[in-house]
């Protein structure tokens, strides 16, 4: 057994909880965005047509584990309606960030999460490896939240190309960490994507129950983290509790 060296954090959902967000008033201000930007087309035109872009993307990334972003979808959705765009045309980048400012502003950070964060900063390497569509929003997130700074490496699946569970991204992390798999410990609260990617690589695991995953979603996918935790609080002990038994057989 290896000391460990780096521990490393999911975000939304682990670190963080949406509160009040709705994902149709979103969709509003998007298409608000849309018309804004000089494009004539109804609210339904455009929201099916994004429904459709957003689908076929949507398979790519969980099937094939390659991070497609909202510039992308949106753009296509509009060229499947008869306009000339591409995904770099400003008009499109200002629609996605208008299109996440709610979300954004959803983060709550949750109870013990800053604490734990400060606890093993200065001793141990720390890491973000987040899923997400656009990575400016995380980046914001964490500074929202206040806990960018704890954070040595941030990996977002939008600049990184892969998404968990695929081992490139937890790879990618462990490289920019510079440590080994078997010196790193990973905090997640999702089976598949969180638990079930680091296990991969052998990297120990923490489960944290949350929002969106709650204890039943981990029993179902029939996965063994090293220690299970009903909230940060809980998941701040384990995660003390493996670094030292890691540290003692040294």
Not at 168 to 173: H, L, R
Request: net charge positive.
């Amino acid at each position: 057994m290896s000391p460990i060296k780096a521990v490393m954090f999911d975000f939304i959902g682990t670190l963080v909880n949406v509160k009040g967000y709705n994902l149709e008033t979103s969709k509003a201000k998007l298409y608000k965005a849309i018309v804004d930007a000089g494009f004539k087309v109804s609210q339904k035109e455009f929201l099916e047509a994004y429904s459709q872009a957003h689908e076929k993307y949507r398979i790519i990334r969980y099937q094939k584990l390659v991070e497609v972003t909202n510039a992308i979808w949106i753009s296509e959705a509009l060229n499947n309606l008869g306009f000339k765009t591409s995904p770099e045309d400003t008009c499109i980048k200002t629609a996605v960030n208008i299109f996440f400012e709610d979300y954004l502003n959803s983060f709550k950070l949750r109870k013990c999460a800053k604490q734990t964060l400060k606890e093993l900063s200065g001793n141990y390497k720390l890491g973000l490896v987040s899923n997400f569509t656009y990575a400016p929003v995380i980046y914001a997130g964490l500074r929202k939240v206040g806990i960018n700074n704890f954070f040595d490496v941030m990996l977002v699946s939008d600049a990184v190309g892969w998404r968990k569970p695929h081992t490139k991204i937890f790879e990618e992390a462990l490289k920019r960490l510079g440590v080994e798999a078997q010196e790193a410990l990973y905090v997640g609260d999702s089976p598949e994507e969180d638990i079930k990617g680091a296990k991969q690589l052998s990297i120990k695991t923490v489960f944290v129950a949350s929002q969106f995953f709650p204890f039943k979603t981990l029993c179902k996918n029939e996965l063994k983290p090293d220690a299970i935790a009903r909230n940060m609080c809980e998941a701040r002990k384990k995660i003390h509790e493996i670094i030292r038994s890691s540290n003692s057989a040294f």
